[in-house]
């Protein structure tokens, strides 16, 4: 599986951005996604995630400010990314997982095998 993620870019604080990340090779449906962040110094932390039948979760940071979805037909998943603040600047990680993973370990980097390449989001105040 491969993925690619785009979308990143220049933003102000209160500002919109959407995050595109494309997979392709053996996809499928049921793979679980999630988006994680990577600000300077610090760990890559989970964003948000979606499983199989779109039920998600989300960082308690973005939680009402980002909004995470798919399109099956596209095997694209978007992070919609609103109220855009200073802290939310980092590098911008798609990734997935074969199968339907409980909410827990869908919070979990280690649970994914699949990363896309990056994008950073850099927010100014």
């Known amino acids: 599986v491969q993925l690619q993620a785009s979308g990143g870019g220049l933003a102000q604080a209160g500002d919109s951005l959407r995050l595109s990340c494309a997979a392709s090779?053996?996809?499928?449906?049921?793979?679980?996604m999630g988006w994680f962040r990577q600000a300077p110094g610090k760990d890559r932390e989970f964003v948000a995630g979606?499983?199989?039948?779109?039920?998600?979760a989300y960082a308690d940071s973005v939680k009402g400010r980002f909004t995470i979805s798919r399109e099956y037909a596209k095997n694209t998943v978007y992070l919609q990314m609103n109220s855009l603040k200073p802290e939310d600047t980092a590098v911008y990680y798609c990734?997935?997982?074969?199968?339907?993973?409980?909410?827990?370990?869908?919070?979990?980097?280690?649970?994914?095998?699949?990363w896309g390449q990056g994008t950073l989001v850099t927010v100014s105040s």
């Open positions: 979606i499983r199989w039948r779109d039920s998600t």
């Open positions: 090779g053996r996809t499928s449906s049921t793979y679980t």
């Open positions: 990734a997935a997982v074969v199968g339907i993973i409980d909410m827990t370990s869908m919070t979990s980097r280690h649970s994914y095998p699949y």
